[in-house]
């Protein structure tokens, strides 16, 4: 089983549409969690941290639930530079490395 | 802001050559340096773990002799690819921690596309 695991699309939704990504990851040593977008051969760039209580930034919200080990991604109102794929990442503490791990990725298509 | 430099973006080589990345931290010092790798379709996949003055330390499953790490200062790391074969094609990106300020950040070099034919 990998250790976070995404849908990976990919999800087609038309501008101004609200779309909900989701991602669960295995070991529960996880401490911290992310989600990244990356387009095409770049390197990811980091969207937000995932909080236990839930965090908005704009048109994007975030929620974690630790007794499940879920996080989710909602974005409102997608716009057409939405279109990416977004990345679930966590990073354990127990092996006291500090490296992410990431999901294989959603890949959004937001169309006109 | 913080930036992480890495070069080269693009390699074609011949089955067999060897090839060097390097991956920068520029404006902070990197103790830890991050090697992934990435196939199409499918997610970054941590190589190795760069520590700056000791042995880097690979993932299950990595060769430590073909994919060869140095990290000799705070500021640079490079990944050599020795003897380079077709199924090593992929999308390599390193990332460094910068533990500087308040809260502990990753960058993230631009990667680097090796085609190995």
């Known amino acids: 089983r990998k250790e976070v695991e995404q849908d990976p699309g990919p999800f087609n939704v038309p501008e101004g549409a609200t779309v909900a990504f989701n991602c669960t990851y295995s070991?529960?040593?996880?401490?911290?969690f992310f989600w990244y977008r990356q387009d095409c051969r770049k390197e990811p760039k980091l969207l937000m941290s995932v909080y236990s209580s839930g965090n908005e930034d704009g048109r994007f919200t975030a929620q974690l639930n630790r007794a499940s080990q879920y996080i989710s991604l909602l974005i409102r109102d997608s716009k057409l530079s939405d279109s990416a794929t977004y990345l679930c990442v966590v990073r354990r503490q127990d092996t006291g490395r500090r490296a992410l791990t990431f999901g294989s990725g959603t890949r959004l298509q937001v169309q006109p | 802001g913080a930036v992480v430099s890495q070069h080269p973006s693009r390699v074609i080589c011949k089955s067999g050559t060897s090839v060097k990345i390097e991956c920068r931290s520029l404006?902070?010092?990197?103790?830890?340096m991050f090697w992934y790798r990435q196939f199409p379709k499918q997610s970054l996949m941590l190589m190795a773990t760069s520590n700056e003055g000791s042995k880097a330390t690979y993932e299950q499953g990595v060769e430590k002799d073909k994919f060869l790490i140095n990290h000799a200062s705070l500021t640079l790391s490079t990944l050599t690819v020795t003897s380079a074969h077709p199924e090593d094609s992929s999308f390599y990106i390193c990332s460094a921690r910068d533990v500087g300020g308040a809260n502990e950040k990753l960058f993230f070099g631009s990667g680097t596309q090796l085609s190995v034919l």
């Open positions: 070991n529960s040593a996880s401490q911290s």
């Open positions: 404006d902070f010092q990197a103790t830890t």
